[in-house]
């Protein structure tokens, strides 16, 4: 699929109080930019770059209103890979497809043990199974990734749940959202 095209944010804002675990260090994406870099967009902090190629930059920050300009160019992707901040919310809301990149102890809104949430239907959860382990999530982002250069497109959303919560955490509580 050469005109897959997939927006990035790896960190929040450093001065959330979460953020050492929420944020993804760069290092840590080597492998994802060394495989898709041509199709991947840095959306990160208001700047807006291709990964592979430092030169093509727009910065949404000066932009009338950069959470417009952001999702305006949402709108256009394919996909977006984010950590827990504001892109997951605002591309799940515009109903784009999100793989969310979510810490091992979670902010209540992901839960626990799920792959799909019900706050957004185009929401995919990829989740740290170890603290600050971000290796193995970044591996299974490219195996989805592959999937979909193969032209499997349900690999964008995540799963329907089937309403059996895994009980790994002790916070694991089920919801009854029907």
């Not at 959330?16 to 492998?31: C, I, K, M, Q, T």
């Amino acid at each position: 699929m050469p005109s897959l095209r997939v927006g990035i944010v790896w960190a929040g804002n450093p001065d959330h109080s979460n953020d050492h675990n929420r944020s993804v260090p760069r290092e840590f994406l080597a492998p994802l930019v060394s495989e898709f870099g041509p199709h991947l967009l840095s959306l990160q902090n208001g700047n807006i770059c291709r990964m592979t190629d430092e030169s093509v930059r727009v910065d949404v920050a000066d932009s009338f209103d950069p959470i417009v300009s952001t999702a305006a160019l949402m709108s256009e992707l394919d996909l977006v890979i984010s950590v827990d901040t504001l892109p997951v919310h605002l591309a799940g809301a515009l109903g784009v497809p999100v793989w969310a990149l979510i810490a091992f102890d979670p902010d209540w809104r992901w839960f626990y043990g799920r792959e799909d949430t019900p706050w957004y239907k185009t929401v995919r959860l990829f989740r740290q199974t170890k603290i600050k382990e971000w290796a193995a999530v970044i591996d299974d982002v490219i195996v989805e990734l592959r999937k979909l250069e193969l032209g499997n497109k349900a690999a964008l959303l995540p799963p329907k749940w089937d309403g059996v919560f895994l009980t790994e955490h002790p916070q694991a509580v089920p919801l009854d959202f029907s």
